[in-house]
């Protein structure tokens, strides 16, 4: 298994009233704008990336940070296996990821995803 990304998300009331911030003054790209979640990124760099996000669409939490890998079952696999609290089960979501929350021993949600 391969980390491909890692993200922050930012939980905010409302992510484009953030905007002018993040492309304005910081002058990060916007290649993600579902209206509940924003994505800003540094250029076409994956390595600096920031998401903002009212509410997940699908999950019963929010996570506070993002982990894309390269094969998405297998670190679900490996977190039931080690008997880690999964929040939201492994879904195909409709935008385009395969992806599970986890929660960590201190109690921090998990995005894991994979791009499918």
Do not use: K
């Not at 696999?77 to 201190?106: K, M, N, S």
């Amino acid at each position: 298994m391969t980390v491909t990304r890692i993200v922050a998300n930012l939980a905010v009331d409302d992510p484009a009233a953030d905007a002018p911030f993040w492309t304005g003054l910081l002058g990060l790209e916007t290649p993600m704008d579902m209206g509940w979640v924003v994505n800003h990124r540094a250029g076409s760099s994956a390595t600096g990336q920031v998401q903002l996000i009212s509410r997940d669409a699908t999950a019963p939490e929010d996570s506070r940070v993002s982990v894309e890998v390269d094969d998405v079952d297998a670190v679900h696999a490996q977190a039931l296996a080690a008997g880690y609290e999964i929040v939201h089960p492994l879904t195909d979501e409709p935008w385009g990821v395969r992806r599970f929350f986890v929660r960590t021993p201190q109690g921090v949600v998990v995005n894991v995803l994979g791009q499918h």
